[in-house]
């Protein structure tokens, strides 16, 4: 039955926007929706026939093709509204406002899912709880968290977030918090709001029906809360808590010692604390989000006594998932943080991206999800049974009891026995995807597995990086595609990981230098095409056999892949190059006559694309000399047309010129170093987020006393008593010798720290004499933090294109997902 109107509810129990995430399609209902380069209408007729039932449709895009297919199908409830989105949003609302609960909902800029997720620890053995699952607070995550919602949970915990005006009201609707909680606000999307007060005016429109808001007094959001809580909402009780000001509504005393913290919460008038704990988190963010928390359970009704043995649960966790190099050719997905069934759900897709390794799958028991176990197994059960998963290995009683509902399983009662049994060493050539609860110590496993470097790493937030290529798509329009650069891995962020990522967000070209880069990403499943920059005559062999497609820059080339075409009787795919000012590669303005002349006479040679080089889009002061490069390349690059009579894609855009030259877009941009992050365009600085972190590690910390040297040449002098922490970083994990003695800077602990003395080639000495908390193992960030790239690059007296790539491949790379 097709009906021209919106649902009122749905036939389904389970709601996919994705149709790579459909498990129980007869009992799911399908929300087709359209994007800028997605249209999920295209998948429609394949999960009829993949047996789902009930589809979200909109009427711009349901096509009378389609729809007369549809009338002929069985048992189908097509819903044909204006925009599935906000039919989603709808259908969440009227689900949510069916349930009488006590729902908490949580904003601001930092901080949410860690407050959601250390709420939940507090409260899980007083009530069944219903969370957002991961990160899950957009305009689609909101309604899809609170569609979780059943008839057995006690309490409800969401998390909201927003990056323009006007969309709390929507996620406000759909959860209706009773209470809140305001978290720690910062810079994160503050681009889109005229200023921090109007981004946070917007963030309390969450509260506008809560009975209490919970929330940090400060002299910047104080002022704001109490304003527009006012306005939006006058009954409001504003829990506002401070650690300076005993007049306020809670007054709370932090005691750090050490590895651990004395909490006590007192309330205005009150002579005795309410709450009194211990925890074993010791730094300012993480107790300011723990507060939240405890002042949270407290109005839930829980007891000191409770909260004294639920916070021992509370530890610093991981939020993110992390894709790490393995041993034995082996891959590893560490997404261990989230052990429920919608994390399992949103984790298994993951494996497609690796159609070319072995699946291996090593769970734990799934603890505390409010499911009998019988029941709850059986769900785990069916999730996988279609993933084509080769090992599963189970670690725990529960799913040993339960091991007969799976295919191929093999269960351990711990890690420990799991790693001493040896199977462990057995696996090799796979993806290993890895969901255990924390008790189960998952790290034993992931230690065993991973391949072993120095802790240094390279982070790379593939979040940040699909934001980065979503604001190009917009930036770019429909019809301009995008060639993406993963030349010299990938500028050392790793070729193959970061093609993967591109090739699922729909990418219609790569790039690479040479040929050996462009087997490497085939060989590990890559099939988006592929220009080969700088082709070999020796390497033709094997560019035909793994499709890739040369760049042809002079007649010598053009020659010599004419001769191997008709020689082995191929048609190949070539890219004209044109020489239009930048004096590297490419055909010279003067040999357009010829170049048309001869390709002519070489129809086996299919020109898929003529391209040229900016020299200098990304400085205003070469702006004639560039606008003058792209008129010469659209002259001469239409002409070649006319001479083929066929249209090949012609491309000249840089990552610089998509920003400041929109009239060179053409038919397709190379997007290279600006997916990461990094530009030196204003507008674009502003819509950009970081992609990319280096990180080392507190070695030692030695005191210095006044006139002793540090480092090679006694370079390092310290005029007074001081104190250094050596680092493990040098020159030969690419951290520059020009930025020894105080050229360069690393974060430690929130602080910036001057190096001392010469650069050594595994490591290097940083001035900590100011900082009063510091030990062995913490965290020295090298850019990322309070340095970017561009910084760090420009006090190197470099550009951040040699410095990414110069980061040795010794220093590990892990792909992180928040």
Known sequence: MIYPNEPVQLKSTFISLDSRQIYEPADTAFFAVRGLHHDGHQYVESLYHKGVREFIVEKAAWN??????????????IWVVNNSIETLQHIAHVHRMAFRLPV??????????????????????????VRSPKSFNSQIGVPLSVWGIKTHHRLGIFEAGISQKDEMSRLEAIIRPEFGILTHIGEAHGKNFESEAAKLSEKLNLFRHSKKLIYRVTPNTTPVVIETMQRNNPTCELVGWSTTDTNQSIFVYWKITGKSSQLKFQKRNQSEPFIS?????????????????????HLLGMSNEELTTAVMGIKPISMRLEIKEGVRNNQLIDDSYNNDIDGLKLALPLFKRYEEKKKVLIISDFIETGIDEDTLYQQIAQLIVHQRIEKIIGIGSQIERNKHYFQHIDTYATAETFIESG????????????KGARKYAFEKIVNALETKTHCTQLEINLDALQHNLSYYRKTIGHS????????????GAGAVEIAKILQSQGIEYL??????????????GIYTPIMVMNPQVEEFDKMTSYALEPEIYNFSLLAAIDEYSTNQNKNIKIHIKLDTGMKRLGFEMSDIPQLMHELKQMPQLWVVSILSHLAASENPKH????????????EASQAISDQLGYKPLRHIANSAAIQNYPEAHLDMVRLGISMYGISGNSVEKTALENVLSLKTYVSQIKNVA?????????????????KIATLAIGYADGYSRALGNGQGHFEINGHLCPTIGSICMDMCMVDVSTLTEIKEGDEAIVFGGKIQLAAFAKAAQTIPYEMMTSISSRVKRIYIRE
Do not use: P
């Not at 908490?104 to 709880?129: A, D, R």
């Not at 790039?511 to 590990?524: H, I, K, P, S, W």
């Not at 006044?706 to 001081?722: A, L």
């Open 423 to 434: 199977d462990l060493n057995s696996l090799h050539d796979s993806i290993i995807l890895l």
């Open 623 to 634: 702006k004639a000399f560039t606008e003058q490069q792209i008129a010469q390349f659209k």
């Open 64 to 77: 009378s093709s389609l729809a007369e297919k549809a009338k002929s199908w069985n048992n189908t409830s």
């Open 706 to 722: 006044k006139g002793e040297t540090v480092g090679y040449g006694r370079i390092g002098q310290f005029e007074e008593d001081g």
């Open 511 to 524: 790039t690479v230098a040479y040929a050996d880069e462009g087997v490497l990403l085939r060989n590990n």
């Open 277 to 297: 704990v211990q925890s074993q988190l010791h730094d300012e963010a993480s107790l300011e989000n723990l507060s939240h928390c405890l002042i949270q359970a």
């Open 104 to 129: 908490v909902g949580i904003t601001g800029s930092n901080g949410k899912t860690i407050c959601k997720e250390w709420l939940f620890t507090l409260t899980k053995s007083k009530f069944q709880v």
């Open 480 to 491: 301009t595609k995008i060639m993406g650069m993963v030349k010299a891995q990938a500028y």
